[in-house]
């Protein structure tokens, strides 16, 4: 007798509860089709509903298995969907980072190709004689009945929307009671694009096809006479050219004079973009002696992560084509990462010219239809070099040479969501299971890899030099407190305002830096104080004016203005603070004949209008550029020969122990945009707080001073690089129960480390309540965890069991415990 093969498989749901592997036996016909990464269909739960899920262990031992056994139903995929490379990733993440399978699945498949079943329900042909048989019927399964009576079949989302109350249950009953027959029906949201192929079916005669149609057929016989002159057509073509119909198209298929087929077709994300040619650069000592550095490592196949620390301007992106370009040589495949989606145009542009049509790229601006092409192309090998901000990651490439991760210090490389990756873990990870060569680059690189390169844990490359021989740009820093007592009570100091009249006059252009969007900050009410703010997140609104409203940056809620204190009924409301929005005005006002543009998440929202921006700047049509971070790095413009930093110390005083290096690294940053060109360039940094270390050391460009003077801050409150940190925050509606919640996770949490670490009281802190304390309607409480001695593997597991623990037993389904290890940000 032949024996049964088992599998292990994640089923894609959304619940903790079924955060596990699920044992299926697999059928004969199967057998072959199915191994680790295979997308299937398969019964789940009490009422052997369909759902998808994905097989993650193959060959399960299970000579004799203790429970019923349940089969696969279909396979959903002609090829794997991921690869065993990537499902081994999928487990690393679960464990790392403490996020369900499901999460971990999800991050290395596209958005929009999971099946979801949208149940169709319809009442038996045979009810009226199975309700006589059934007990009277229950109010809610009366409303459900009379809505079917009504509707031959229905889908479970549009019953729920008709009636008052969730009839899931409801419906449940009726089908153990035979009244109800429920039918799944899976859909995604994306699929791949195709086109209908027209062409007169072969073997025909062209007139004798015409002598049997009708004389009448005039329409028919056009289709034809185009098809005889053109050859196979597009449908969409037919359609525009002669204005035909689908029903016109199948009767002549019915007749056998055409044939139809349907081809797969690419959403072109370039459309018809011209590839420039690439400019040949001569490398410069220090770029030739860091990718002879690195090759030996891509030759010998060996994992290595180096990271470069080259100043703004020192030509790293040259060293990373060029690196690139060995390993396409070696008919391997390169991931480049880059921070902000402000970026990519730029890179992409710059590696186009050089590799041509053999990038995929991949970020949130493109839309579902465009990732998943893109993703497709990368999955069938037609593609080398894959780019895009933090998720790009995850390509599916099989065959890693290398990973490049630019701007590698920015937070943007953090997830925010489940699961809470960092980009350059997850890039360890993979270049350790390709044994490929990770690159990290930063003018200002992040204190955690400095440190590791003081370590031996990567190898540090530097470039000190700019790549036109040019100098660093001279940083002014001006003490805004001095203004205010000579009486300037401008936002424009008057030495960044001189400036900004020579470059205009030079016809050079300058660049504005404020890391804060709108108009203004809060609005109050002079007479009460009152401050609008946001009903869901108790933070003020911040005031939009080019379309009139408040706005929560938090949550996207909305309101208008108001014109008198909905408090005290006072028309004293005064609007304080800036942001770019308000910066725009005023230099609009001080500066009426220059060409002024803005860069920020509210003027980049539509499809394409960054890249315009960012055209027109190189085109030479804007004198003045407005933004926020997203203007801080990468972006080069040869032009620019001024930066403007608003309010340097805007970051400093945040309670967030990154704070510091947040400064310098924006500062330094922002400072490099200018004198990239044959020009020198100068910053004028405007701040209240001249005197601090992270303003004196962008001042002199000195990330060495900056770094030791930090970590010496660092180390001595045992903040990371010389401890873990690990942020747990509970969440809910119901403030008591998230109190409640933290508070028995505190206790649990302090009972269980007491045996492993003896200064745990000074390890755990709190519970208590965020520094952003309610957002989205949701109380937010925290536990911080600060380790230095204790196993991270152990603590990782203590936490996430009192985490299942605590949620089973108090059963609530209105409380989510986040767990975020070494977090970015705190708030």
């Not at 035909?244 to 044939?259: M, P, Q, T």
């Not at 300037?488 to 969007?517: A, P, Y």
């Amino acid at each position: 007798m032949k024996r049964t093969s088992y599998v292990e498989i994640v089923i894609n749901n959304k619940s903790s509860h079924t955060n596990t592997t699920y044992t299926y036996g697999v059928p004969d016909g199967l057998a072959d089709q199915i191994s680790i990464g295979t997308r299937v269909m398969v019964p789940f739960g009490k009422g052997n509903r369909l759902i998808e899920g994905y097989v993650v262990d193959d060959n399960i031992d299970l000579a004799a298995p203790t429970f019923k056994i349940k089969y696969i139903q279909k396979i959903l995929d002609e090829e794997n969907l991921i690869s065993k490379k990537l499902i081994e990733l999928c487990k690393w993440m679960r464990e790392e980072y403490l996020c369900t399978y499901i999460d971990a699945v999800q991050c290395v498949i596209p958005t929009g190709i999971s099946y979801k079943s949208d149940r169709k329900i319809r009442l038996r042909d045979d009810y009226d004689s199975m309700q006589q048989m059934n007990t009277k019927l229950s109010d809610k399964q009366n409303a459900v009945v009379e809505v079917l009576r009504s509707y031959k079949h229905i889908t479970e989302s549009s019953l729920k929307q008709m009636l008052s109350f969730d009839p899931s249950s409801t419906i449940r009953s009726l089908e153990n009671k035979n009244m109800v027959i429920l039918e799944d029906h899976f859909k995604k949201e994306v699929n791949g694009l195709t086109e209908k192929i027209i062409r007169i079916s072969e073997n025909l005669n062209t007139f004798e096809v015409m002598g049997k149609l009708k004389k009448n057929a005039v329409k028919q016989r056009q289709i034809l006479n185009y098809l005889q002159e053109n050859g196979a057509t597009q449908w969409s073509e037919l359609r525009k050219n002669l204005g035909v119909s689908a029903n016109l198209i199948d009767s002549l298929r019915e007749k056998g004079f055409i044939d139809i087929e349907i081809i797969e077709k690419k959403r072109d994300i370039f459309g018809k973009e011209e590839i420039l040619k690439d400019k040949i650069f001569e490398l410069t000592d220090e770029q030739n002696q860091i990718i002879q550095e690195v090759i030996p490592f891509m030759i010998n196949l060996q994992y290595q992560p180096f990271l470069i620390h080259g100043v703004t301007g020192s030509g790293k992106t040259e060293v990373y084509m060029q690196l690139i370009g060995k390993v396409v040589e070696q008919s391997k495949e390169a991931i480049v990462l880059v921070p902000e989606i402000a970026l990519t145009p730029q890179m992409i542009e710059r590696f186009r010219s050089r590799f041509g049509n053999q990038i995929a790229v991949l970020h949130s601006k493109l839309s579902l239809g465009e990732r998943y092409d893109e993703w497709n192309r990368i999955k069938r090998g037609e593609v080398k070099i894959a780019i895009g901000a933090r998720s790009a990651v995850f390509a599916p490439f099989d065959n890693l040479g290398i990973i490049i991760v630019d701007e590698e210090h920015e937070h943007t490389y953090k997830s925010e969501q489940n699961p809470k990756y960092h980009a350059v873990e997850v890039a360890e990870f993979r270049c350790k299971q390709h044994n490929a060569v990770l690159i990290l680059g930063s003018a200002t690189p992040s204190l955690e890899s400095y440190y590791k390169t003081e370590k031996g844990l990567y190898k540090r490359l530097v470039m000190e030099t700019r790549y036109n021989q040019n100098k660093l740009p001279d940083i002014h820093i001006i003490d805004m407190r001095a203004e205010l007592l000579n009486g300037n009570k401008s936002v424009f100091s008057e030495s960044l305002h001189r400036e900004i009249l020579k470059n205009l006059e030079m016809g050079e252009q300058t660049i504005l830096f404020l890391n804060r969007r709108g108009y203004s900050t809060f609005i109050s009410c002079r007479s009460c104080g009152y401050v609008a703010k946001c009903p869901h997140c108790e933070i003020s609104l911040t005031y939009h004016k080019n379309n009139h409203f408040l706005s929560c940056h938090y949550c996207g809620y909305k309101q208008n203005p108001p014109e008198t204190c909905p408090k005290c009924g006072s028309k004293y409301i005064k609007y304080f603070g800036t942001g770019t929005e308000k910066i725009e005005k005023m230099t609009v006002e001080l500066f009426p004949n220059a060409r002024i543009a803005r860069l920020d998440l509210d003027t980049t929202s539509r499809k394409g209008s960054m890249e315009k921006i960012i055209r027109e700047i190189k085109q030479g049509k804007v004198d003045i550029l407005i933004g926020t971070q997203m203007i801080a790095k990468g972006l080069d413009f040869p032009n620019v020969t001024l930066v403007g930093v608003i309010a340097a110390d805007m970051n400093l005083n945040l309670p967030e122990f990154r704070a510091a290096e947040r400064t310098f690294q924006l500062i330094t940053q922002v400072a490099g945009r200018a004198g990239r060109g044959q020009r020198l360039g100068r910053v004028i940094v405007q701040t209240y707080e001249p005197e601090h270390f992270a303003i004196q050391a962008s001042q002199n460009h000195d990330f060495v001073s900056f770094y030791h003077q930090e970590m010496a801050m660092r180390e001595s409150f045992s903040y990371p690089p010389f401890s873990r940190l690990v942020n747990i925050m509970i969440t809910g509606e119901e403030e008591a129960d998230v109190i409640k919640i933290a508070n028995e996770y505190a206790t649990e949490l302090k009972y269980e480390l007491k045996g492993i670490d003896l200064s745990v009281q000074d390890v755990i802190f709190g519970p208590g309540p965020a520094a952003l304390a309610r957002i989205n309607q949701k109380y937010r409480w925290q536990i911080i965890i600060k380790s230095k001695a204790i196993d991270q593997k152990v603590i990782r597991g203590i936490i996430n069991t009192i985490r299942s623990d605590i949620l089973k037993k108090n059963n609530v389904n209105n409380v989510n415990i986040s767990i975020d290890i070494n977090p970015f940000n705190m708030l």
